[in-house]
């Protein structure tokens, strides 16, 4: 009952913030549209070289690419692409990081040192740097593969979830209601449950949201640069990759996957910054 | 202030080490002998047990792994990161090459990047929550959104497919510096903008600003002698730490418009399997971030002392 009404007061609040709603719809809609790509599109994969190249039209919304398939389908099957690696790259990292980063904040001392380190370290390579580089070397080591550009990612990706979980669990060691806790012999486990996880949660969803955004940015760097998800998988950087070579005579080859990545990016950001501005006023109240 | 450098040079070494032992084990990370894969980047032909020998001689591969790591960190750390795989050339070489376009291109963004986040960040700031304010809002949250490639490109298609103004690609004069700056300028500005805006807001908001307007002095004078000053030690802290940025920041955009510089250079090499200069780029771009974000931590600590006891 409690938090029932608890959360119908959150959720409220989340959607009178504009910058959320706005976040949230765009969202739903590329989300929607990915879900539905096997009803209200045409296979992606068929090509008809005769209509190659033709511009948007009724039949064809966004147009056609080199070989002659929809690029309306290609955009749409592209969001189920972009959207269920950017997850799964997520989800992975975050269970990564956050593990780590509780580990060392928790526990401290030398643990914390060698992790904080790693974690320095991490910090200070250039992000699309190493994922390039390490794309480059798996492809030779592992041959081309989409789990390639996972790994690689999640290599890179886990240490932002790292180093917020660690100053969580830093700045909450020192709170007094977690010290009364462990005063009256609460059990470590009691404490991650009660206070720990439920302080954490905000900021970590805070940054999973924003963190969506930078995934889709990166997997469509890696798959325009030709080092992502490899074609006939629809994928917008490597649609985008395809069309550059094309931008004289078909520039919406080019156009319309690039609309889609910077739109789902955006719908990402601006959800993440409404959560940021709901949630941030929460903890505050401490 | 001696004590706090040393104590600040101490710690980025472990971070340093780190560096370089991610930057040297790259090319011990898959499976199978690396001597193979050199005879194949390097003669494009299917390694025979001979070639695969004296490769593995010649650069020492049979040695243990951590004579190799020693051996390839002190070299590092002099600049030398050994023979290209695919050219006849030594790594340090084919990076300096490029060195001089990356540096065109970072620090003309750099520069027109500042000058318009200190404007449009104090102009938003002024007018906080006003249409100005969110017009500067939307602007940077596209700055982060759109990807570069995708605006490079379109710039492309208006200014050299239909206007017919300027090259698509290429290096050489003012003409194609234009679009990779204005392409890069706009998502390297966004976030500079932001941080500007909420440093001067920090600022406007604290007593002696109180002061100064209740002293009867104009607005004018109030933002950007009173406000402004205090707020540039921030911004001026975040701007110089953007200088890491000048190895390899602007992949994307270099790759768009053919930029000869270490950008194109890192993913041209990982497409002709040239690990030797991936893993310097690697190196060296992660030394530069520790090393420019020390730099800019022992200025602030010339600057303003009380970093230097408080920590």
Redesign the interface.
Same mark, same amino acid.
């Given at each position: 009952m409690e938090f029932a009404f608890a959360s119908e007061v959150f959720r409220s609040r989340i959607f009178k913030n504009n910058l959320c709603t706005i976040g949230f719809g765009i969202i739903l809609f590329i989300a929607m549209l990915g879900l539905l790509a096997p009803v209200i599109a045409d296979d992606p994969y068929k090509t008809n070289l005769a209509e190659r190249l033709k511009p948007p039209s009724l039949e064809h919304p966004f147009g056609t690419d080199q070989l002659g398939r929809d690029l309306f389908s290609r955009v749409v099957h592209g969001a189920r692409t972009s959207l269920f690696v950017a997850m799964t790259i997520s989800l992975i990292s975050m269970a990564i990081g956050c593990l780590i980063g509780a580990v060392s904040g928790y526990f401290g001392g030398i643990i914390d040192d060698i992790i904080g380190? !790693?974690i320095?370290?991490f910090l200070? !390579?250039?992000e #699309?740097? @190493?994922n !390039?580089?390490?794309? /480059? !070397? @798996?492809c030779?080591?592992?041959g081309v593969s989409t789990w390639n550009v996972i790994l690689a990612v999640v290599i890179t990706n886990w240490v932002s979830y790292a180093r917020i979980t660690r100053g969580i669990v830093l700045s909450l060691k020192e709170k007094e209601f977690v010290l009364c806790a462990k005063a009256i012999g609460a059990r470590d486990s009691y404490i991650l449950l009660r206070h720990v996880i439920p302080n954490a949660i905000g900021p970590i969803i805070v940054l999973a949201t924003l963190n969506m955004?930078n995934v889709i940015?990166t997997i469509?760097?890696l798959g325009? #640069?030709? #080092?992502g998800i490899q074609p006939p998988t629809p994928e917008w /950087?490597q649609i #985008?990759n395809s /069309?550059?070579n094309y &931008?004289?005579t078909a520039?919406w080859i080019? @156009?319309f996957p /690039?609309?889609f &990545?910077?739109l789902s990016?955006?719908g990402f950001?601006?959800l993440g910054?409404g959560l940021r501005d709901v949630l941030e006023k929460r903890t505050l109240e401490y | 202030m001696l004590r706090y450098i040393a104590r600040r040079l101490l710690q980025i070494v472990p971070t340093l080490l780190g560096i370089s032992i991610i930057s040297f084990s790259l090319l011990y990370i898959f499976p199978g002998d690396p001597a193979e894969f050199i005879v194949e980047a390097r003669y494009a032909v299917e390694p025979t047990q001979e070639m695969v020998k004296k490769i593995r001689m010649e650069m020492g591969l049979d040695r243990p792994m951590l004579v190799q790591y020693l051996d390839w960190l002190s070299k590092a750390v002099r600049g030398d990161f050994g023979k290209s795989w695919t050219e006849d050339k030594p790594v340090m070489d084919l990076i300096l090459e490029r060195l001089p376009a990356s540096a065109q291109l970072f620090f003309t963004t750099f520069a027109i990047s500042i000058a318009f986040a200190m404007l449009l960040g104090i102009i938003s700031a002024i007018y906080k929550d006003r249409a100005v304010d969110h017009f500067c809002r939307i602007f940077s949250l596209l700055g982060i959104s759109i990807p570069s490639f995708w605006l490079g490109l379109i710039l492309i298609w208006i200014f050299s497919v239909q206007l017919r103004l300027l090259p698509a690609f290429g290096y050489g004069g003012i003409e194609h510096l234009i679009l990779p700056v204005l392409t890069w300028s706009f998502s390297f500005m966004a976030i500079k903008t932001r941080f500007v805006r909420s440093c001067l807001l920090e600022a406007l908001s604290q007593d002696y600003v109180i002061t100064a307007r209740a002293k009867g002095l104009p607005e004018r004078i109030v933002v950007l002698r009173h406000a402004l000053r205090n707020a540039l030690i921030p911004i001026i802290t975040y701007f110089s730490l953007s200088i890491s940025h000048l190895i390899v920041g602007s992949i994307m955009v270099e790759v768009v418009f053919s930029w000869p510089g270490l950008g194109s250079l890192l993913v041209e090499s990982v497409f002709k399997r040239d690990f030797p200069v991936v893993q310097a780029l690697v190196f060296i771009s992660g030394v530069l971030f520790v090393i420019v974000n020390l730099v800019v931590d022992i200025l602030y600590a010339v600057i303003d002392p009380r970093i230097r006891y408080g920590d």
């Amino acid at each position: 009952m409690e938090f029932a009404f608890a959360s119908e007061v959150f959720r409220s609040r989340i959607f009178k913030n504009n910058l959320c709603t706005i976040g949230f719809g765009i969202i739903l809609f590329i989300a929607m549209l990915g879900l539905l790509a096997p009803v209200i599109a045409d296979d992606p994969y068929k090509t008809n070289l005769a209509e190659r190249l033709k511009p948007p039209s009724l039949e064809h919304p966004f147009g056609t690419d080199q070989l002659g398939r929809d690029l309306f389908s290609r955009v749409v099957h592209g969001a189920r692409t972009s959207l269920f690696v950017a997850m799964t790259i997520s989800l992975i990292s975050m269970a990564i990081g956050c593990l780590i980063g509780a580990v060392s904040g928790y526990f401290g001392g030398i643990i914390d040192d060698i992790i904080g380190r !790693i974690i320095d370290v991490f910090l200070a !390579i250039p992000e #699309l740097v @190493f994922n !390039i580089a390490l794309v /480059g !070397i @798996f492809c030779v080591a592992y041959g081309v593969s989409t789990w390639n550009v996972i790994l690689a990612v999640v290599i890179t990706n886990w240490v932002s979830y790292a180093r917020i979980t660690r100053g969580i669990v830093l700045s909450l060691k020192e709170k007094e209601f977690v010290l009364c806790a462990k005063a009256i012999g609460a059990r470590d486990s009691y404490i991650l449950l009660r206070h720990v996880i439920p302080n954490a949660i905000g900021p970590i969803i805070v940054l999973a949201t924003l963190n969506m955004g930078n995934v889709i940015m990166t997997i469509a760097s890696l798959g325009f #640069l030709g #080092l992502g998800i490899q074609p006939p998988t629809p994928e917008w /950087g490597q649609i #985008l990759n395809s /069309g550059k070579n094309y &931008i004289t005579t078909a520039p919406w080859i080019t @156009f319309f996957p /690039g609309l889609f &990545i910077a739109l789902s990016v955006l719908g990402f950001n601006l959800l993440g910054e409404g959560l940021r501005d709901v949630l941030e006023k929460r903890t505050l109240e401490y | 202030m001696l004590r706090y450098i040393a104590r600040r040079l101490l710690q980025i070494v472990p971070t340093l080490l780190g560096i370089s032992i991610i930057s040297f084990s790259l090319l011990y990370i898959f499976p199978g002998d690396p001597a193979e894969f050199i005879v194949e980047a390097r003669y494009a032909v299917e390694p025979t047990q001979e070639m695969v020998k004296k490769i593995r001689m010649e650069m020492g591969l049979d040695r243990p792994m951590l004579v190799q790591y020693l051996d390839w960190l002190s070299k590092a750390v002099r600049g030398d990161f050994g023979k290209s795989w695919t050219e006849d050339k030594p790594v340090m070489d084919l990076i300096l090459e490029r060195l001089p376009a990356s540096a065109q291109l970072f620090f003309t963004t750099f520069a027109i990047s500042i000058a318009f986040a200190m404007l449009l960040g104090i102009i938003s700031a002024i007018y906080k929550d006003r249409a100005v304010d969110h017009f500067c809002r939307i602007f940077s949250l596209l700055g982060i959104s759109i990807p570069s490639f995708w605006l490079g490109l379109i710039l492309i298609w208006i200014f050299s497919v239909q206007l017919r103004l300027l090259p698509a690609f290429g290096y050489g004069g003012i003409e194609h510096l234009i679009l990779p700056v204005l392409t890069w300028s706009f998502s390297f500005m966004a976030i500079k903008t932001r941080f500007v805006r909420s440093c001067l807001l920090e600022a406007l908001s604290q007593d002696y600003v109180i002061t100064a307007r209740a002293k009867g002095l104009p607005e004018r004078i109030v933002v950007l002698r009173h406000a402004l000053r205090n707020a540039l030690i921030p911004i001026i802290t975040y701007f110089s730490l953007s200088i890491s940025h000048l190895i390899v920041g602007s992949i994307m955009v270099e790759v768009v418009f053919s930029w000869p510089g270490l950008g194109s250079l890192l993913v041209e090499s990982v497409f002709k399997r040239d690990f030797p200069v991936v893993q310097a780029l690697v190196f060296i771009s992660g030394v530069l971030f520790v090393i420019v974000n020390l730099v800019v931590d022992i200025l602030y600590a010339v600057i303003d002392p009380r970093i230097r006891y408080g920590d």
